[in-house]
């Protein structure tokens, strides 16, 4: 399948949205939940006025001009969050575009975009059971912190 990852436009932002939605992690068996879920302030802060912050970077994943994935960094207080001067990460494929390798190269630009301005490293959280801890472990991430379902992880720029 070909496909292109590129920045994400202004006018794109809001899409993010959606891909927030998409990148809560659902364990087989458990039923999704609502698609308003991610108007929770803690959810929210991962999208809300995105692009106001000079290190709010976002990148698109998109196959024949339709955008199927994003890949997007922020300084916030999540999950994941580290210190002050660490984004945290996103990164969330429509389903039936997961598992052939488009992740993990939106994951590779990321990490190259956020080395060019200047970051020292990116952290993310992830659940123990979502498959895509594995991609994040063999493209440079290591688990600093865990709790009972999530872990805790860097990957040194």
């Known amino acids: 399948m070909e496909y292109t990852i590129r920045e ?8 993010l949205n959606e891909f927030l939605y998409e990148a809560i992690f659902i364990p087989d ?16 802060i991962y999208v809300d006025r995105f692009g106001a ?18 890949v997007w960094v922020r300084i916030i207080h999540d999950y994941g969050h580290i ?9 969330s494929l429509y ?10 190269d939106m994951m590779k630009e990321m990490l190259s975009l956020l080395k060019t ?9 992830v659940q123990k059971a979502n498959y895509a801890a594995e991609m994040y472990r063999k493209i ?12 805790i992880m860097v990957c040194n720029l």
Do not use: C
Request: proline share 7%.
């Open 140 to 151: 440079g991430f290591d688990i600093i912190r865990e709790n009972k379902e999530e872990w």
């Open 53 to 70: 912050s000079k290190a709010d970077f976002a990148l698109a994943a998109e196959v024949e001009q339709e955008i199927v994935g994003a």
């Open 117 to 125: 301005h200047g970051y020292k490293r990116v952290s993310l959280s």
């Open 29 to 44: 068996g458990i039923k999704p939940p609502p698609k308003n879920i991610i108007a929770s302030p803690e959810l929210q």
């Open 83 to 91: 210190d002050d001067e660490t984004p945290s990460l996103a990164i």
């Open 95 to 104: 389903k039936e575009y997961r598992g052939q390798g488009i992740g993990t």
């Open 8 to 15: 994400m436009t202004v006018m794109e932002y809001p899409l």
